[in-house]
Nanobody
């Protein structure tokens, strides 16, 4: 059974930083692409960032480029999201997601099938 456990959420002032972690179990992490999504109150869940199975390919939504960094440790089966210069519009529940590794041409669009329960991030202005 696949388990993705997010941690690191909390309340932070605008301009501050948080680091989210997602520990994975029940899958071959080194063969798994990972991603972060978020859902703001009253809005649909949206993609934030993704990282390929070997850490080489990464992809970010435009609104977080230059502020957020996704990384992973295949030794620890954990994916991270370093969030800097946080804004109030970054508030939401952040979800970790995983899928079997995609070929390069599919990296941006292949569906994620494993999901965590989410961790709340609140940015106060």
């Amino acid at each position: 059974q696949v388990q993705l456990d997010e941690s690191g959420g909390g309340v932070v002032q605008a301009g501050g930083s948080l680091r989210l972690s997602c520990a994975a179990a029940g899958l071959t992490f080194s063969s798994t692409d990972m991603a972060w999504f978020r859902q703001a109150p009253g809005k649909e869940r949206e993609f934030v960032a993704s990282i390929g199975w070997n850490g080489i390919l990464t992809y970010y939504t435009d609104s977080v480029k230059g502020r957020f960094t996704i990384s992973r440790s295949n030794v620890k089966s954990t994916v991270y999201l370093q969030m800097n210069s946080l804004k109030s519009e970054d508030t939401g529940v952040y979800y970790c997601a995983g899928r079997a590794r995609a070929i390069t041409s599919e990296f941006r669009n292949k569906e994620y099938v494993y999901w965590g329960q989410g961790t709340q991030v609140t940015v106060s202005s």
